[in-house]
């Protein structure tokens, strides 16, 4: 197949970079300043996550390609972040579970590593179409696995999340603490299909460095041991600074975050807090939010990890105690969150001082199937990957209301 059936327009204009995706050779890709740049391809890189881990790869030397089906984004997202960093753009629209389009990709650049977004999320819709979840969440990750492998890529970064926790994080002397520490706190059988397909594709990595598929030679002549992280992000919000790409939900959110800012822009009448009857300092449900800036930042460390990690030294310092290994093979896990927990009270007042406005709110019932607390222990992440969370609550809020200022309707 060739790439250049694969690249989006809009009204008959490219919509990928300039030149367009569709005709941009490797060499020209050299001559517009990528001269010895990685390439990696990003997965549901128009996304809320995706996107903004576009710019900071973009920001740090990485040529990225995104991959993006926009079953959940708008091809104006490509445009913004080019806007933002001034840099062409690559951008294929596609389906990450198909092997000829990956194919076509892997072919045309020479991938060194691949982050993967793409995948659905909403907690609610995975409980009434699990089957939509199954098939996208888990055919996405073989589908990618299997094309790494034939073309020796070795690098992944995968999107996991703290919905892998047993909902109530129990701690090693049998306290509920909500405190999720990696390789301690129980993973189980997720409260809803959209968890549980997280944690299978985790396994799905983990019996991949297990196995021998990427022994080169026995599969492929190409293949290189496998070596990918799960990154199990906490509760992402905030947006960029510029305003410009922020979390852009359709229809009616379900997260805390984007229901405020579309209550304080008006689109929505009144927050309904969820249980205030939690053993918490004013009753609601503890969460760890992180700045998707932060976020962006932990994918570019964990890359640069796996760049440098010397997976073949038995007793590598560098490589945790957790890591499934298999003749240079690694796979790990880490939680990216702040490792500070905010009840959803304090959350509104976050916003009502970042509004400089009311965030009207009833109280109902509890949610089924939340946690009272959830909170990250990011020892690891700061031990392994170098990354610390930097963002406080106070400015994911004035982000947050930045972006739904300059943006009411969302993208449009
Ligand atoms: P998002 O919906 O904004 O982005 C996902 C992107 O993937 C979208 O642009 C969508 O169009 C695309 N996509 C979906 N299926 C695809 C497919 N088959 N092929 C190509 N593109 C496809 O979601 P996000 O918040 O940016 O989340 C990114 C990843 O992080 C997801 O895997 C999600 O499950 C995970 N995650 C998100 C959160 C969160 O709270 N946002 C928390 C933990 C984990
Ligand atoms: N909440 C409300 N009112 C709302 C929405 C949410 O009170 O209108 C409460 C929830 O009940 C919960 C807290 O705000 O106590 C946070 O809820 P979110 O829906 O924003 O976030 P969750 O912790 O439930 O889950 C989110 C994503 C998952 C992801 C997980 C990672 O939805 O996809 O974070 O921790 F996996």
């Not at 985790?202 to 598929?213: C, F, N």
């Not at 992402?236 to 600074?241: L, T, V, W």
């Not at 930042?297 to 990690?309: P, R, S």
Request: aromatic fraction near 8%; charged fraction near 15%.
């Amino acid at each position: 197949m060739e790439i250049s059936n694969l690249v989006s327009t809009t009204n008959n204009t490219p919509i990928a970079n300039t030149p367009a995706a569709s005709s941009l050779t490797v060499s020209e890709a050299t001559k517009n300043g990528t001269l010895g740049a990685k390439y990696i391809l990003v997965t549901g890189g128009c996304g809320f996550i995706g996107s903004h881990t576009t710019i900071e790869l973009i920001n740090s030397g990485y040529t990225p390609i995104i991959l993006d089906n926009l079953s959940n984004s708008k091809p104006e997202v490509v445009e913004r972040i080019k806007k933002i960093t001034k840099k062409d753009v690559m951008f294929v629209k596609g389906d990450a579970s198909n092997k000829k389009i990956l194919t076509a990709i892997f072919e045309k650049f020479p991938i060194t590593g691949v982050i993967h977004f793409a995948g659905y999320k909403a907690v609610g819709e995975s409980c009434e179409t699990p089957l939509k979840y199954y098939s996208n969440n888990l055919s996405t990750t073989t589908a990618i696995l299997e094309t790494m492998q034939k073309f020796g890529v070795q690098n992944l970064v995968f999107s996991s999340s703290a919905t892998v926790y047993y909902a109530e994080a129990i701690s090693p002397n049998g306290q509920v603490t909500g405190e999720c520490i990696e390789g301690i706190t129980p993973t189980v059988r997720p409260t809803n299909p959209y968890g549980t397909t997280k944690l299978i594709q985790e396994w799905i990595l983990e019996d991949a460095a297990r196995g021998i598929d990427f022994y080169p030679g026995i599969t492929s002549e190409k293949a290189r041991p496998l070596r990918a992280i799960a990154l199990r992000y906490f509760n992402p919000i905030g947006a960029h600074k510029s305003g410009f790409i922020g979390e852009d939900p359709n229809g009616i959110p379900n997260n805390l975050v984007p229901y405020i800012t579309q209550v304080a822009i008006g689109r929505l009448q009144q927050l309904t807090v969820n249980g205030a009857d939690y053993p918490t300092v004013d009753g609601t449900a503890i969460r760890d939010y992180i700045h998707v800036l932060d976020l962006a930042i932990a994918h570019v460390k964990t890359l640069q990890y796996l760049e440098n990690v010397d997976t073949g030294a038995m007793d590598s310092s560098p490589i945790s105690p957790n890591a499934i290994r298999n003749n240079g093979t690694l796979f790990d896990y880490f939680n990216i969150g702040t490792g500070t927990g905010s009840t959803v009270m304090q959350v509104i007042s976050a916003f009502m001082a970042a509004t400089n406005g009311d965030i009207p709110y009833v109280v109902g019932p509890r949610r089924a199937g939340d946690s009272a607390v959830t909170y990250a222990n990011t020892t690891k992440a700061q031990q392994y990957l170098n990354f610390k969370a930097t963002y406080g609550l106070a400015e994911m809020a004035v982000d947050s209301w930045n972006w739904q200022k300059l943006n009411p309707l969302g993208i449009e």
